[in-house]
């Protein structure tokens, strides 16, 4: 696959970074009222669900987590994307008038970004959407910003970066491979 | 990667069994979206389908146009009233002409049986899904009959399923039978001598009965076909009242299957010929469910045909 892989962010590291976003979020929002995740399916539903569980123990009040698969939105049918399986999105709140914060592992694009926006949209009109992303690696194709950032890694375009996940669905580590 | 490799649905028939589930697991997902109060993505914008009917249908036609608008494509809808087959052109001919304005779907229903194969070898550019083809297959009718098994039972394998009717003239028969073969039920068929072709056995893991009582003996699904008045006239059955004594479904012969067994039609119902008015509005019947899957499974369809590579 490939030649070098470095874990730019381990465990621990992942723990500190989504706990300082949880801060983030609460600060910016005032708390969680009104407040719900939508996670990007797969990475970014783990993550969130994660974020979820800190800011419950900081605030001592539910967070609701929906997620949401962008293959239906994808701009890119003509190439190998279309006919690919279609996962499954659920919200179990509604989204119109929600302060919703999306969840995505990996800022690159911000393609898959836009897709979320669209599919979020499709469900209602929510208050406001906020972007919270663990890697932000640059190279965006779309004017798009994350409002919280976990770590910001410069990239080359020929690198890859994964988030991996034990099979508990908690994050393990994240690798950079050139 | 699962991922779905042919540019027509013809047949399930030429279909693998990994192929019908990824098809009937998209389905399921597609369902989340005709819950919405915004029942549309965008995923088919810009694609043309064109809905081409040479047979009488409302459901199907209905069913498939929804299903395109809803994944966001463009939809024309020719029926033979309008079209210029009444003047003398051929399908071949059709074809063609359909082909210079460039869509990317045909959706079409003929009576002849194997039409779809002919136009698809026509029209390499463009996907054909069959809607029905004379007595051969309707794989549509097919995939959602399996997804409401499914959502039933969360299986089809090992179900015991009985098609009761008409076996010969049905594609509804056909496809369920391909389908079901490859996902490990076993089909029991049973109608008058004259309505079940000899050799039935050979289509799939199927087995003839003689009597309506020993096809839906311990079944978990009674499927119940509608006489096709229309295909076999009045030649093949004495009169509609003695079909009805000897293969309707009634609410006594019913308690013959298992106590939860589901009650399917591909519809319209001729009621009180082949299914009894206590039956279709009693609640083992799943007729309705079957009409809500069908949107879904054509969405799947439609959304796996325009990726697939030509064969």
Known sequence: MSEESTVILDGTGIERALTRIAHEILEKNKGVENLSLVGIRTGGVYLAKELAKRLEGIEGATVQVGEVDITLYRDDYKGQSLNMPVGKTDFPFTVEGKKVVLFDDVLYTGRTIRAAMDAIMDHGRPACIQLAVLIDRGHRELPIRADFVGRNVPTSIKESIAVRFDDQQKPIEVVLEK | MKSFAHKDIIALRDLSKEEIELLISTAETMREINNRPIKKVPTLRGRTVINLFYEASTRTRTSFEIAAKRLSADLVNISPSTSSSTKGETLSDTALNLLAMKPDIIVMRHSASGAHYFLSKRLPTCSVINAGDGTHEHPSQGLLDMLTMKDRFG??????????????????????????????????????????????????????????????????????????????????????????????LNPVNLKLAKPDAMVMHPGPINRGVEMSSFVVDGNQAHILKQVENGVAVRMAMLYHVIGGEPE
């Open chain 2, 155 to 248: 299986r089809l394998d090992g179900l015991k399923v009985a098609i009761v009717g008409d076996i010969t003239h049905s594609r509804v028969a056909r496809s369920n039978i391909q389908g079901l073969t490859k996902m490990g039920s076993h089909i029991f068929v049973a109608g008058p001598p004259t309505m079940v072709p000899p050799g039935v056995e050979k289509l799939g893991n199927v087995t003839a009965c003689s009597t309506m009582k020993e096809a839906i003996e311990d079944a978990d699904v009674v499927m119940m076909l509608r006489i096709q008045q229309e295909r076999q006239g009045k030649t093949l059955m004495p009169s509609t009242g003695e079909y009805a004594k000897y293969f309707g």
